[in-house]
């Protein structure tokens, strides 16, 4: 299983950006996903989780109502949709997966998840 994180960049703040994470590997469908976020000189963090089908996802509260999260089964390929971006947004994005998941439910815990992308860094400036 291999995640690629792609999409980020410098943004002025108010602004927007896509981040994408294309999945490689077995049965992208059963795996549920999360976004995690890492700034200068802090822990990584939750951002935003999916569940396999879609149906269900969940936010950091610093987030909610600036950030979507969705995916293509299809394409393999997880998205972070990010609006109304604040300098504090500016840190390393994480995309993970966690197996093997028709549970229906999502996960903020990073522990929970079995396979990491690489990271893709978002600056936001003021």
């Known amino acids: 299983v291999q995640l690629q994180a792609s999409g980020g960049g410098l943004v002025q703040a108010g602004g927007s950006l896509r981040l994408s994470c294309a999945y490689s590997g077995r049965t992208f469908g059963s795996y549920a996903m999360g976004w995690f976020r890492q700034a200068p000189g802090k822990e990584r963090e939750f951002v935003a989780a999916?569940?396999?089908?879609?149906?269900?996802?969940n936010y950091a509260d610093s987030v909610k109502g600036r950030f979507t999260i969705s995916r293509d089964n299809a394409k393999n390929t997880v998205y972070l949709q990010m609006i109304s971006l604040k300098p504090e947004d500016t840190a390393v994005y994480y995309c993970?997966?966690?197996?093997?998941?028709?549970?229906?439910?999502?996960?903020?815990?990073?522990?929970?998840?079995?396979?990491w992308g690489q990271g893709t860094l978002v600056t936001v400036s003021s």
């Open positions: 999916i569940n396999w089908s879609g149906g269900a996802t």
């Open positions: 993970a997966a966690k197996g093997g998941d028709y549970s229906g439910r999502y996960y903020s815990n990073e522990i929970a998840y079995d396979y």
